[in-house]
């Protein structure tokens, strides 16, 4: 999985090894609620249509390893809203490409992005329809309680590049634990 994230030139990639330093709590995900996003509610991969915490939970238990990444765009300043906007759809669609390629390759994985799922122009929730790709929408890392800053800082990843770039994490978790393996 490293080098698919390697080709797309993230900031930094970091290896988990131990899936249980991934905490998955409430109070996460009821920040979503707050809706300064402006998808609480209006996309199949946010509150309060993504899921229960504990899918997540047994998903993390499913899988044997992850890498948390990021990419640090630039930004004029801290107020350069048009340009975080920008960089946050380019990190999403990057994560999407990469998906795509590890499914086709039959890489069994699950991503986590930053913000709410992309993949549609508009999401199918908007017109009360089902998801138009169910096996590849991602949910965002708050959206499944996960704490973004704990965990980039729990493994000595940057957070904050500094007032003239925004910076954007994901995570993916990697080979399933199965009877057949």
Do not use: W
């Amino acid at each position: 999985m490293k080098a698919y994230l390697e080709r797309a030139d993230f900031t930094e990639i970091v290896e988990i090894d131990n899936l249980n330093i991934i905490h998955i709590t409430q109070e996460v995900r009821d920040r979503c609620a707050d809706n300064y996003c402006g998808f609480y509610g209006k996309n199949y991969m946010c509150p309060p249509t993504v899921g229960a915490l504990d899918h997540y939970r047994q998903l993390l238990q499913g899988y044997r390893e992850g890498l948390v990444f990021s990419k640090a765009y630039p930004v004029k300043n801290r107020y350069d809203y048009k340009s975080m906007v920008a960089a946050g759809l380019a990190f999403r669609e990057e994560i999407q490409e990469i998906n795509m390629q590890a499914k086709a390759d039959q890489r069994d994985c699950t991503f986590f992005s930053a913000g709410t799922c992309g993949i549609c122009e508009s999401c199918a929730i908007q017109i009360d329809e089902p998801c138009r790709f169910p096996e590849d929408a991602i949910p965002s890392l708050e959206a499944a309680g996960i704490d973004v800053v704990s965990l980039s800082r729990s493994l000595g990843m940057t957070y904050n590049n500094g007032a003239d770039k925004v910076t954007y994490f994901g995570l993916v978790i990697f080979q399933c634990l199965s009877e057949n393996e």
